[in-house]
């Protein structure tokens, strides 16, 4: 089963956050088969972060709400939050698979939070600059609760359009890179 899971950053943890990377990797590193997308979000100045994105296929739920509270920045208080939701991988790959490869361009991640009937469960016209995109479920994956995007796109404006922000209750984009050792 896939998850999305998306820890917030607390104000002020930027500190505790350098200092927990090494112990923030190795623990991502024993889910390295598993994942399928993850990286930082950073705050409008493109540098300071504000979260942190893991898509990764897990056996069910407890082992998804495990890895999400587990994590060492949770645990360590770095994070106000956590987005934990079944989603569906409809582009079948993982990011390090994305035609358009880690650097150039700007990156983002689109959080549609759904209200109502389903929007969006069709893929793009627009595939090629998709890294992940996929229905957020609930836990028993019959309900739809919104869509996460992560996507090459030259401005946020551009990342925003690929939902049809109407469908939705909010519409969150963040500037997103990709994740994990370099």
């Given at each position: 089963?896939?998850?999305?899971?998306?820890h917030r950053?607390?104000?002020?943890?930027?500190?505790?956050?350098?200092?927990?990377?090494?112990?923030?990797?190795?623990?991502?590193?024993?889910?390295?088969?598993?994942?399928?997308a993850r990286?930082?979000?950073?705050?409008?100045?493109?540098?300071?972060?504000?979260?942190?994105?893991?898509?990764?296929?897990?056996?069910?739920?407890?082992?998804?709400?495990?890895?999400?509270?587990?994590?060492?920045?949770?645990?360590?208080?770095?994070?106000?939050?956590?987005?934990?939701?079944?989603?569906?991988?409809?582009?079948?790959?993982?990011?390090?698979?994305?035609?358009?490869?880690?650097?150039?361009?700007?990156?983002?991640?689109?959080?549609?939070?759904?209200?109502?009937?389903?929007?969006?469960?069709?893929?793009?016209?627009?595939?090629?600059?998709?890294?992940?995109?996929?229905?957020?479920?609930?836990?028993?994956?019959?309900?739809?609760?919104?869509?996460?995007?992560?996507?090459?796109?030259?401005?946020?404006?551009?990342?925003?359009?690929?939902?049809?922000?109407?469908?939705?209750?909010?519409?969150?984009?963040?500037?997103?890179?990709?994740?994990?050792?370099?």
């Amino acid at each position: 089963m896939e998850y999305f899971c998306y820890h917030r950053d607390r104000p002020g943890s930027v500190t505790a956050r350098e200092e927990l990377l090494e112990e923030h990797w190795s623990y991502m590193d024993r889910y390295a088969k598993e994942l399928i997308a993850r990286g930082p979000t950073f705050a409008e100045d493109g540098e300071t972060p504000t979260g942190s994105v893991h898509i990764v296929d897990l056996p069910g739920p407890a082992a998804a709400r495990a890895f999400a509270f587990d994590e060492p920045n949770h645990q360590a208080g770095v994070y106000r939050d956590v987005l934990l939701r079944r989603w569906r991988n409809l582009l079948g790959r993982t990011m390090w698979d994305f035609p358009g490869g880690r650097t150039g361009g700007n990156r983002y991640l689109v959080l549609g939070l759904g209200a109502g009937p389903a929007a969006d469960l069709a893929l793009p016209a627009d595939r090629d600059e998709l890294v992940a995109y996929g229905p957020l479920l609930s836990d028993d994956g019959a309900t739809w609760l919104g869509t996460a995007v992560l996507l090459r796109a030259p401005d946020a404006e551009s990342a925003r359009a690929v939902l049809t922000e109407d469908r939705y209750a909010a519409l969150e984009v963040h500037d997103w890179e990709f994740g994990g050792r370099r």
